[in-house]
């Protein structure tokens, strides 16, 4: 009996880790076929903005005016949010703009990229996945999936440190 409890402890123990092995290594191919769509996106679209040092691709379409954006302001914007492959996930309502606080309540490649941008900026943004939702996605947002976005500034209210 004893023997019969350490062998199936034993298979248990070897499945979990090939589970684990395989999991990673799906992942990896996942995070591969990302970077390859990606890199063919750019290619294709003849995308010639650099990176970011975090790996956001910034493209201004127009130059705001107004204080540059900080994180802790409360900022306002009109956007449009695609997969890679141009099929629409979400878009700001028509008559509500997304507001969110510069520094949370936001993916981290749009709160990178409205620092970059004034009120009345717009911008084009591709976000890779780890300045998205990473290996873990979200609804309707498989893992490892670059994001294109079109967005517009369109209120900042600065931080009051005082209050």
Same mark, same amino acid.
């Given at each position: 009996?004893?023997?019969?409890?350490?062998?199936?402890?034993?298979?248990?123990?070897?499945? =979990?880790?090939?589970?684990?092995?395989?999991?990673?290594?799906?992942?990896?191919?996942?995070?591969?076929?990302?970077?390859?769509?990606?890199?063919?996106?750019?290619?294709?679209?003849?995308?010639?903005? $650099?990176?970011?040092?975090?790996?956001?691709?910034?493209?201004?379409?127009?130059?705001?005016?107004?204080?540059?954006?900080?994180?802790?302001?409360?900022?306002? *914007?009109?956007?449009?949010?695609?997969?890679?492959?141009?099929?629409?996930?979400?878009?700001?309502?028509?008559?509500?703009?997304?507001?969110?606080?510069?520094?949370?309540?936001?993916?981290?490649?749009?709160?990178?990229?409205?620092?970059?941008?004034?009120?009345?900026?717009?911008?084009?943004?591709?976000?890779?996945?780890?300045?998205?939702?990473?290996?873990? =996605?979200?609804?309707?947002? =498989?893992?490892?999936?670059?994001?294109?976005?079109? *967005?517009?500034?369109?209120?900042?209210?600065?931080?009051?440190? $005082?209050?």
């Amino acid at each position: 009996m004893k023997k019969n409890v350490l062998a199936s402890v034993a298979l248990l123990f070897v499945v =979990g880790i090939f589970m684990f092995s395989c999991n990673d290594n799906s992942l990896q191919k996942i995070r591969e076929a990302e970077l390859a769509t990606l890199a063919t996106y750019i290619s294709e679209h003849n995308i010639t903005v $650099e990176p970011t040092s975090t790996g956001l691709y910034y493209i201004e379409t127009l130059k705001g005016d107004g204080d540059s954006i900080r994180v802790g302001d409360r900022v306002q *914007v009109w956007y449009k949010t695609y997969l890679i492959d141009s099929t629409l996930l979400d878009e700001s309502g028509n008559y509500d703009p997304y507001e969110f606080i510069v520094g949370s309540g936001a993916i981290e490649g749009l709160m990178e990229a409205v620092t970059y941008m004034n009120k009345g900026g717009k911008a084009d943004l591709i976000i890779p996945s780890e300045l998205a939702y990473g290996q873990q =996605g979200s609804s309707g947002v =498989g893992a490892f999936k670059t994001l294109l976005m079109s *967005v517009e500034i369109y209120n900042v209210f600065p931080y009051d440190e $005082e209050n």
